[in-house]
């Protein structure tokens, strides 16, 4: 299993941006992609996990602005994409995808086991 992040950079504040994982070495149905973020000092945490189009989760972190955020999936590219809107310099952070395995039961994409994270790619949002 490998993942590649990329589309990270420096974004000024409001600004968006699109995050894409580019996954390969297993079949699209038989994984979960997120998204996580870590921030300097700071614990990794959950931004977005998608199993299909009718099966995403969001960050309760961004519960308050639903609309920042939007997963989707390509399975015939295996890729999944992460668009980020009206970035805050809270965002600032290296943001990781990562896959996790569909094997037992879930009530969401967020309880299931991350065990293959990407290199993560950076995101820098300036005031």
């Known amino acids: 299993v490998q993942l590649q992040a990329s589309g990270g950079g420096l974004v000024q504040f409001g600004g968006s941006l699109t995050l894409s994982c580019a996954a390969s070495?297993?079949?699209?149905?038989?994984?979960?992609i997120g998204w996580f973020r870590q921030a300097p000092g700071k614990e990794r945490e959950g931004v977005a996990c998608?199993?299909?189009?009718?099966?995403?989760?969001?960050?309760p972190h961004y519960v308050k602005g639903a609309d920042r955020l939007t997963i989707s999936r390509d399975n015939a590219k295996n890729t999944v994409n992460l668009q980020i809107n009206n970035l805050k310099p809270e965002d600032t952070a290296v943001y990781y995808c990562a896959a996790a395995k569909l094997v037992g039961t879930w009530s969401n994409c967020f309880g299931l086991w991350y065990d293959y994270y990407g290199q993560g790619t950076q995101v820098t949002v300036s005031s």
């Open positions: 070495g297993f079949s699209s149905n038989t994984y979960a």
């Open positions: 998608i199993i299909d189009s009718d099966d995403t989760a969001y960050s």
